[in-house]
């Protein structure tokens, strides 16, 4: 019985949000402009074409999170 409304109560509170999400986003009801840089889509092709043309002075990529992968290597202290 009660999952019933621990059910609608949390698709409810996606609703809102949803809806809260979209006044103050799309609709802009505090005021405001969507930037052009985002706006123009030839704006961001030209971006991520200069971005990709800058050359690579650093190594080969990084793992960011190690751990994830199990494949460092542990120095021990006497080292």
């Known amino acids: 019985m009660a999952t ?4 609608a109560s949390v698709v409810g509170s996606f609703a809102i949000a949803k809806a809260a999400d ?3 986003s799309d ?8 930037p052009h840089t985002v706006s123009n889509k030839e704006w ?3 971006t991520d074409k ?5 050359p690579r002075t ?3 990529p990084v793992v960011m999170n190690p751990i994830s992968r ?9 080292e």
């Open 44 to 46: 961001w092709e030209e």
């Open 50 to 54: 200069k971005f990709q043309a800058w």
């Open 4 to 7: 019933k409304y621990i059910i």
């Open 58 to 60: 650093a190594g080969p």
């Open 27 to 34: 609709n802009k009801i505090f005021g405001g402009t969507t």
């Open 70 to 78: 199990q494949n460092f290597i542990v120095k021990s202290g006497s």
């Open 22 to 24: 979209v006044l103050v």
